[in-house]
Structures are given as structure tokens and as C-alpha cells.
């Protein structure tokens, strides 16, 4: 029933969201996030190792999205705001020991012209 509470174990390929038995998934609203976010790490910290760590987080928490920029060497996070990139900031302090900062946030751009366009405007001058 609903609320009712139960532990499972020996289950190894599942992640937060999964449904078990005939659900496939859990059916949550998902919010897609908005903005994308550079993570700048100390210098005696590897990146390897900190995307490791971050993959971690990653399968843990569904609203977290880690991008690899393979070309730059760069770790992308992707979230909805500021709430959500202090407390992961404080995580990755806490449990990796790591004194990550953030860049900038970015708007996440979910469209694109892929095809010539033409733009009408009309202007009327203040009165």
C-alpha cells in the first residue's frame, strides 16, 4: 500500500527512479535542468578522479546530470539553480573532501535553427 517501507537486497543494475516487479518506472514528474554549470577543481585534484566521484553522485541523485567535455577535459554539471549547486557543493565537500568552486551558470539551450528562417517585427515608437 501506499507509504509502506521495504528494504531489498542482491539488486546490483538498478538506480534512484527504477521501478521493480511490473513498474517500469516510478512515474515522478522529472524537471529537466536549466542551466549547466562548470565544475573548477583545485589543482592538486585529478579530474579522472573527481568524474569518478561525480558519477557517483550522479546515480544517486536522478536530478543530477554530469557531462564529460571530452575535448575541453572538463566536467559539466547540469542543475536548476543555485539552491541545488550550494548543497552539492557542500556533498562533494563533505564526502569527497574536495573544495570544488562553480563557473558561471549557462542556460542549457533544448532548441536550435536548423533551417533558414524570416523574422516580421513591428515597431511603434512611445508616445
Known amino acids: 500500500s501506499a507509504g509502506t517501507i521495504c528494504a531489498v537486497t542482491g539488486i546490483t543494475f538498478t538506480k534512484s527512479g527504477d521501478g521493480l516487479g511490473i513498474e517500469n518506472s516510478t512515474g515522478l514528474p522529472v524537471l529537466e535542468p536549466v542551466l549547466t554549470y562548470k565544475l573548477n577543481l583545485p589543482a592538486d585534484v585529478d579530474v579522472h578522479t573527481a568524474l569518478e566521484k561525480m558519477r557517483i553522485l550522479e546515480n544517486e541523485d536522478p ?24 548543497i ?40
Not at 98 to 117: H, L, M, P, R, Y
Open 88 to 127: 552539492l557543493q557542500a556533498i562533494i565537500r563533505d564526502r569527497f573532501g574536495i573544495d570544488a568552486q562553480f563557473g558561471k551558470g549557462n542556460i542549457i539551450f533544448k532548441e536550435t535553427i536548423s533551417d533558414t528562417v524570416e523574422g516580421i517585427g513591428h515597431f511603434e515608437p512611445l508616445r
Open 63 to 86: 536530478q543530477l546530470k554530469v557531462v564529460w567535455n571530452e575535448r575541453l577535459g572538463e566536467i559539466n554539471v547540469q542543475l536548476m539553480g543555485d539552491i541545488q549547486l550550494e
